[in-house]
């Protein structure tokens, strides 16, 4: 079973702090994803990634910084929190393939709370 | 313009009801189709792939109209265990496998 985890499923951080967020998977999936989940907007796409080392700007990326130094591994920086990016944070990973290959899996998502 | 629309509902049925949902995309380029389910508090997962000439899984149908950019789920003798927000998601293939979600529809099935 592909699995991804998240290093944490709750977080609370007060305004201005850096945040760091971690997503492993264990699949060798190439692609990576990072979206965030708010009531009534559904899932927005902050970052996403290819390929170790590469990333690419999704929806909503102001704000955010990733790092994919490792297949495997893949991290979402707040490098300044703010009350506007509490939310629940889901990452997912897939394989490059065709249309049936290329299911998103996701892990089971951090909220964060800024205050 | 979103590119991916839902009704929101909810959806209230009682247990053996046949529910379906619908879903508008505005990318006339999307390749392919997807329905994923969310349980409370958990993360989406796969429920099906939609294909061009439609499919059933169980009692579970997806169908795909591409003139009028829409797709569909049907859901025949809803059970308890079907209560969860249904999330539609499109893709385009060109787009390094970026997908776009749907904000969902939450089906409540009732005793």
């Known amino acids: 079973d592909v699995k991804v985890t998240q290093s944490s499923r709750y977080l609370v951080k007060r305004t201005g702090e850096k945040v760091f967020l971690e997503c492993v998977q264990d699949?060798?999936?190439?692609?990576m994803f990072w979206y965030r989940q708010d009531p009534g907007l559904g899932l927005r796409l902050i970052y996403f990634?290819?390929?170790?080392?590469?990333?690419e700007k999704g929806d909503i990326p102001e704000g955010y910084s990733v790092s994919r130094e490792k297949k495997e591994r893949f991290s979402l920086i707040l490098e300044s929190a703010s009350t506007n990016q509490t939310s629940m944070y889901l990452c997912?990973?897939?394989?490059?393939?065709?249309?049936?290959?290329?299911?998103?899996?996701f892990g089971p998502g951090t909220r964060l709370t800024v205050l | 313009r979103k590119e991916v629309e839902q009704d929101p509902g909810p959806f209230n049925v009682p247990e053996g009801a046949t529910v379906a949902f619908n879903c508008t995309y505005s990318?006339?380029?999307?390749?392919?189709f997807f329905w994923y389910r969310q349980d409370c508090r958990k993360e989406p997962k796969l429920l099906m792939s939609?294909?061009?000439s439609g499919n059933e899984d169980g009692r579970f149908t997806a169908q795909l109209n591409r003139a009028s950019q829409y797709i569909s789920l049907l859901i025949r003798d809803s059970k308890l265990s079907d209560s969860a927000t249904y999330l539609c998601?499109?893709?385009?293939?060109?787009?390094?496998?970026?997908?776009?979600f749907g904000s969902g529809t939450k089906l409540n099935v009732k005793p």
């Open positions: 997912a990973s897939s394989a490059t393939g065709g249309p049936l290959a290329r299911e998103q899996f």
């Open positions: 699949m060798d999936h190439e692609n």
């Open positions: 990634s290819y390929d170790v080392k590469m990333k």
């Open positions: 990318n006339s380029a999307s390749q392919s």
């Open positions: 939609v294909y061009s």
């Open positions: 998601v499109v893709d385009l293939i060109y787009n390094f496998n970026k997908f776009y």
